[in-house]
């Protein structure tokens, strides 16, 4: 009985805290982050994006 206590209080006490991301989940944001940044460029969408998000501020602003 007492063999059997240890060892569920082993497996319900070894339960690790989550510790944050690791360096694969950084990396594959880091490339994603990357390939929006290049398509965003290669398609010439930066000028829209910029003329629509300044748009978006002056109508804000202008309220």
Do not use: C
Not at 27 to 52: E, H, M, R, S, Y
């Amino acid at each position: 009985m007492l063999e059997w206590k240890h060892r569920v209080a082993g497996r319900l006490g070894s339960a690790s805290p989550d510790r944050g991301a690791g360096f694969v989940e950084y990396a594959g944001l880091l490339l994603l982050i990357a390939a929006v940044v290049v398509t965003v460029f290669g398609l010439g969408l930066d000028n829209q994006i910029a003329t629509a998000v300044q748009r978006a501020v002056s109508s804000v602003l202008n309220l």
